[in-house]
């Protein structure tokens, strides 16, 4: 079972340039969540989807776009990357019931110079 | 809002020592607590929660109490290991249809042997 996946792993950018980081679930999860992780700021949510054909803004979505695709991905695009963008990179499901557990991917790690 | 507060690491403890690391909330209603986890390099990992006051979560001799009338839920382990090394979350879900979670800022724990 291989839970929630993300592509890349790692990643290297320079200012300017887009990217889209991709997320995948296969536990038929209704909710999807991205967030990013910096050192002595814990975990924040960028953007979300409760279900499958809606997102809704986290706490810190600006210089971000999202994609729900269908109800398995749910993509993450910095369209002009800038070095405050430089994070480890979550994507998390939940099963969208009054359990309220968030499983979590690997995370991507992105720099951008 | 709702908001979490963790005790600022880190925290060094030798093997067979116990663990106490403090959490506290804000939230209005009644939220569902949690306890992440998360090993070098990895994602996080649920590693207990607790769905309504006086609950105790418990897994790998860990466990944590909800605390209702103090707002707390406040982790600990009576003799950790030197494998318990790594940063530990505590987060609520304060309900609703979206299912958010809100993370402290995580406490970094090493063991040494």
């Known amino acids: 079972n291989a839970g929630v996946t993300q592509t890349p792993k790692f990643q290297v950018l320079k200012t300017g340039q887009s990217m889209t980081l991709q997320c995948a679930q296969d536990?038929?999860?209704?909710?999807m969540y991205w967030y990013r992780q910096d050192p002595g700021m814990g975990l924040r949510l960028i953007y979300y989807?409760?279900?499958?054909?809606?997102?809704d803004k986290g706490e810190v979505p600006n210089g971000y776009n999202v994609s729900r695709l269908n109800k398995r991905e749910f993509s993450l695009r910095l369209e002009s990357a800038a070095p405050s963008q430089t994070s480890v990179y979550f994507c998390?499901?939940?099963?969208?019931?009054?359990?309220?557990?968030?499983?979590f991917g690997p995370g991507t790690r992105l720099t951008v110079t | 809002g709702d908001s979490v507060t963790q005790m600022e690491g880190p925290v060094t403890l030798s093997e067979e020592a116990f663990l106490t690391i403090n959490c506290t909330y804000t939230?209005?209603?009644?939220?569902?607590l949690f306890w992440y986890v998360q090993y070098p390099g990895e994602g996080l990992q649920l590693l207990l929660k607790?769905?309504?006051?006086?609950d105790k979560g418990s897994n790998k001799g860990f466990e944590a109490t909800y605390r209702k009338e103090t707002t707390s839920f406040h982790l600990e382990k009576g003799s950790v290991q030197v494998s318990d090394s790594a940063v530990y979350f505590c987060?609520?879900?304060?309900?609703?249809?979206?299912?958010?979670?809100?993370f402290g800022k995580g406490t970094l724990l090493t063991v040494n042997p």
């Open positions: 998390a499901s939940n099963a969208g019931t009054a359990s309220y557990e968030q499983y």
């Open positions: 536990m038929n999860h209704n909710s």
């Open positions: 989807s409760a279900s499958e054909g809606t997102t």
């Open positions: 939230a209005t209603g009644y939220p569902s």
């Open positions: 607790a769905t309504k006051a006086d």
């Open positions: 987060a609520l879900s304060g309900g609703g249809s979206n299912y958010k979670l809100t």
